[in-house]
């Protein structure tokens, strides 16, 4: 999760997505 935000750091809205989907993935 921490990778992928960093790497989506640039746009806030790609980063937020990203780690929204990955926490749904994760807990599921």
Request: hydrophobic content about 45%; glycine content about 0%.
């Amino acid at each position: 999760l921490l990778l992928i935000y960093y790497k989506s750091e640039e746009d806030d809205y790609l980063s937020t997505t990203d780690l929204l989907l990955n926490y749904v993935i994760t807990v599921l």
